[in-house]
């Protein structure tokens, strides 16, 4: 099992940017493919974006290619979420999620997929 912690989440004005930061606990970080998700109010949760435990897949939502960018430091066990050109309809609470797997190489876009959840972190785009 892996824990996760989610920071960097804040309110933030359209066309603005954060960071979005996940730490992991264990020794073997390198061994998961990680996800970012998001859930807004009475909506479904969705995937924003996922990466490969080599970092060299990724996986992007047609509703953020461009503007966000998931990345990872092994050495940290931490995985990334920049977010660039934010907009409202980018509020929502964003989770990270991890998949222990053999196939280092694969992004993994569905959220069942996935074993470990962090709690969340809140982002807040105004108009």
């Known amino acids: 099992q892996v824990q996760l912690v989610e920071s960097g989440g804040g309110l933030v004005q359209a066309g603005g940017s954060l960071r979005l930061s996940c730490a992991a606990s264990?020794?073997?970080?390198?061994?998961?493919?990680m996800g970012w998700f998001r859930q807004a109010p009475g909506k479904e949760r969705e995937i924003v974006a996922a990466?490969?435990?080599?970092?060299?897949?990724?996986y992007y939502a047609d509703s953020v290619k461009g503007r966000f960018t998931i990345s990872r430091d092994n050495a940290k066990n931490t995985v990334y979420l920049q977010m660039n050109s934010l907009k409202p309809e980018d509020t929502a609470l964003y989770y990270c999620?991890?998949?222990?797997?053999?196939?280092?190489?694969?992004?993994?876009?569905?959220?069942?997929?996935?074993?470990?959840w962090g709690q969340g972190t809140q982002v807040t785009v105004s108009s």
């Open positions: 999620a991890a998949k222990l797997t053999m196939y280092l190489a694969s992004a993994y876009r569905y959220g069942y997929e996935y074993g470990n």
């Open positions: 990466i490969s435990a080599s970092g060299g897949g990724t």
């Open positions: 264990g020794r073997t970080f390198s061994s998961y493919a």
